[in-house]
C-alpha cells in the first residue's frame, strides 16, 4: 500500500513541481508585486492600493477595457454563428463533404502571426485584395487597420477566419449526438425546419453552444497576438483603437518597466475571467438543457 | 418535388463552394504573393496568377532574415515541448484515471482550474525568475517548463494535455487493469506495458496539440528571448516588416515556410486533430 502511494506520488511529481514552482509561486509573487512600485532593476517598494487606484483612474486603462468587450461582445456571436452555420450545411452527407469540411478546417491550424501576416497585406489600403474586390462592385477602397474605425472588425475578419473551422468540429460533434428520433417526430407532426432547429436542434447543442461561449470570451480577454503583429511598430494604432487589455498590459510591463501596474492589471483580469466564467456557469444552469444520465 | 430537390442540392453546393473558397482565399494569396516580383507585388488590382511566378523569392527571403537560425529554434523549442509535456503530462493524467487515491478528485479539480489562469498573471514573475537564472539568454525559459508540466501558451495548456490524456485512459477497460493487479504486476508495468500502448491514438493527439502550439506560441518567444540570434520564427518574421518598408513577396514566402509543417502535419493526421476537438470540446 504504501509503495502505490510512492508510486503515485512519483506520477504526479512532474506535475506537482511545476505546479507550485511555475504557478502558484509566481502567482503569489504577481498578487505581491501588484501592491509594490516595481521596474525590475530596483527592488520592489511597497506602495499599497496606490497602484490600483492609478489604474481607475487611467484614462487609456478604460480604453483598453472598452477596446477589449467590444471585440468579446462581437466575436463570440459571430464566431459561434459561423461554426453552427458551416457545420449545419455540413451535417447530412453531400459530395465532397471532406473537402468542404478541411477547407474551412485549414485556417484554425495557421500560425496565428501568419493569419495576422497575410491579413495585414489583404487589407493594405492600396495594394491590398480587399480593396481590388470591393473595386469590382465599384466600393471606394477602405483605410481597415488604418481606420481608427475600421480598426477592430479588420482583427475581428481575420480572428473569426482562423476559429470557424474549430467551432465546426465541436458543433459537427455535437450534432451528431442528436437523436435522430426527436427529428422524425417533429416531422411527421409536421413542424417546419425553422421549428425543428429553434426547438430540437439549438436546445440538444445547448452544452456544446455554451463550452464554446466560455472558450471564446476567455480568448478574447486575452487577445494579444494579432493586435501586436499588425500594430508591431506602434503598438495600438491607430488613436489606440487596438490597444487591448493583454497589449497595453504587456506595454506597461515590458515597455514602461511598470511591473507592479502590469501585475495589478494582470490580477484584475483573472479576477474578472474567474467572474465571468462563474456567471457563464451560472447561467448555463439555469438555461441551457443537459440530457438525461450522460 | 424531385426538381424542387435538385435545386435544393445545387444551392448547397454553390454555398459550400463559394464559403470554402472564401477560406481557401488568404492561403492563396500567401502563396500567390510569394512568387510575385518586386514590382509584381505592388500592382493594383492584384493577380491572383502571377504571370512569371518567381521562385528565388524563396531563396532570398531565408537570407533576408537569419531563416535557418530562428526554424532550427522553432524545432527545438518544439520538441523540447513535445517531448517535455508527454513525459510531465501522461504519468499525471494515469495518476488522475487509473490509480485510486485520497483527495484524487479534489486535486483534478486544481488542474481543471490552472487551464483557466491568465498566461499574462505568470508571466511577470516567469520573467523576473528566468532573469535571475540568467536564462534569458537562452531557449532554456521555453525548452524547460514543458518537462514540469507548464506550458507557455494560451492555446493549450498542461491541464489540457491531463484533461485530454485522462479522458483516453478513462475508455480503458478497468477490468483489464485489475487483472494485471491480481496478477501481481508492478503499477509501473500496467503503466508501461498496458495503459500507454493502449492509448496511441491519445499521445500522438496530445503531442500533436503540443507541437502545434509551441510551433505557433508568441507571447512567450517575445518576452523570454532576448538576443537575435534565439528567435523563434514566429517572432523572427517581424524582422520584414519595418516603419517604411515591407518586403512582402519574401515576408509572405517565410510565412508559408513557417506555415507548412503544419500544413504537413494537418494532411497526415486530420483524424487526431478533430478526435482531439472533439474530445476536448464535448466530454467536458
Request: proline share 6%; hydrophobic share 55%; with cysteine.
Amino acid at each position: 500500500m504504501r509503495k502505490a502511494r510512492g508510486f503515485t506520488l512519483l506520477f504526479l511529481s512532474p506535475w506537482l513541481i511545476g505546479f507550485l514552482g511555475l504557478m502558484l509561486v509566481p502567482l503569489l509573487v504577481a498578487l505581491y508585486w501588484s501592491f509594490t512600485n516595481y521596474d525590475v532593476f530596483q527592488a520592489p517598494q511597497w506602495v499599497g492600493l496606490q497602484n490600483y487606484i492609478a489604474i481607475i483612474h487611467d484614462p487609456i486603462f478604460w480604453q483598453s477595457v472598452g477596446n477589449t468587450l467590444y471585440i468579446t461582445v462581437i466575436g463570440v456571436p459571430t464566431g459561434i454563428i459561423a461554426g453552427l452555420g458551416t457545420a449545419l450545411l455540413l451535417e447530412k452527407p453531400i459530395r465532397g463533404m471532406g473537402f468542404y469540411r478541411a477547407a474551412i478546417f485549414l485556417p484554425t491550424i495557421v500560425p496565428p502571426v501568419a493569419v495576422a501576416i497575410v491579413w495585414l497585406w489583404i487589407l493594405n489600403p492600396d495594394y491590398g485584395l480587399l480593396n481590388a474586390i470591393l473595386g469590382v462592385f465599384h466600393i471606394r477602397p477602405l483605410g481597415w487597420l488604418n481606420d481608427p474605425h475600421l480598426a477592430k472588425v479588420s482583427l475581428l475578419m481575420m480572428v473569426v477566419w482562423g476559429m470557424t473551422g474549430q467551432i465546426m468540429i465541436v458543433m459537427l460533434a455535437g450534432l451528431k449526438d442528436v437523436p435522430v428520433e426527436l427529428y422524425e417526430a417533429a416531422m411527421i407532426d409536421g413542424a417546419s425546419s425553422w421549428n425543428r432547429f429553434r426547438k430540437i436542434t439549438l436546445p440538444m447543442i445547448g452544452p456544446v453552444i455554451f463550452y464554446e461561449v466560455v472558450v471564446g470570451v476567455i480568448f478574447y480577454l486575452q487577445f494579444f497576438t494579432q493586435a501586436f503583429v499588425v500594430t508591431a511598430n506602434n503598438l495600438g494604432e491607430p488613436v489606440n483603437s487596438t490597444l487591448f487589455y493583454a497589449l497595453y498590459l504587456y506595454q506597461n510591463a515590458f515597455d514602461f518597466q511598470k511591473m507592479g501596474y502590469a501585475a495589478a492589471m494582470a490580477f484584475i483580469l483573472f479576477i474578472v475571467i474567474v467572474i465571468v466564467t462563474m456567471l457563464l456557469f451560472w447561467i448555463n444552469r439555469r438555461v441551457v438543457f443537459y440530457g438525461g444520465g450522460e | 418535388m424531385a426538381g424542387g430537390l435538385r435545386a435544393r442540392l445545387l444551392t448547397r453546393h454553390v454555398v459550400l463552394i463559394i464559403i470554402a473558397f472564401i477560406f481557401l482565399l488568404p492561403m492563396l494569396w500567401m502563396v500567390s504573393s510569394s512568387l510575385k516580383s518586386n514590382a509584381g507585388i505592388f500592382t493594383f488590382p492584384p493577380q491572383l496568377f502571377p504571370p512569371h511566378p518567381h521562385l528565388s523569392n524563396y531563396s532570398h527571403a531565408v537570407t533576408y532574415i537569419p531563416f535557418f537560425t530562428y526554424l532550427r529554434n522553432s524545432a527545438v523549442v518544439s520538441a523540447a515541448t513535445v517531448v517535455g509535456t508527454l513525459i510531465s503530462c501522461t504519468p499525471a493524467a494515469y495518476a488522475f484515471s487509473i490509480l485510486r487515491w485520497k483527495g484524487r478528485d479534489v486535486l483534478f479539480y486544481v488542474v481543471l482550474a490552472t487551464i483557466m489562469i491568465p498566461f499574462q498573471v505568470v508571466m511577470i514573475p516567469l520573467y523576473i525568475i528566468f532573469r535571475n537564472l540568467g536564462w534569458l539568454g537562452t531557449l532554456l525559459p521555453l525548452t524547460v517548463p514543458p518537462f514540469f508540466a507548464m506550458f507557455i501558451s494560451s492555446y493549450f495548456s498542461a491541464g489540457l494535455a491531463i484533461f485530454l490524456l485522462r479522458q483516453f485512459f478513462r475508455t480503458l477497460p478497468r477490468d483489464l487493469f485489475e487483472a494485471a493487479m491480481i496478477d501481481g504486476a508492478a503499477p509501473w508495468t500496467t503503466f508501461w506495458r498496458l495503459a500507454l500502448p493502449l492509448s496511441r491514438a491519445g499521445l500522438i493527439t496530445v503531442g500533436m496539440f503540443a507541437f502545434l502550439s509551441s510551433w505557433t506560441m508568441f507571447v512567450a518567444p517575445l518576452i523570454m528571448l532576448n538576443s537575435n540570434t534565439l528567435l523563434t520564427l514566429s517572432v523572427g518574421l517581424q524582422q520584414f516588416q519595418s516603419q517604411h518598408f515591407t518586403a512582402w513577396n519574401y515576408l509572405m514566402a517565410a510565412s508559408f515556410m513557417f506555415t507548412l509543417p503544419v500544413l504537413l502535419l494537418f494532411i497526415f493526421a486530420q483524424r487526431y486533430f478533430v478526435q482531439g476537438i472533439a474530445l476536448s470540446g464535448l466530454k467536458g
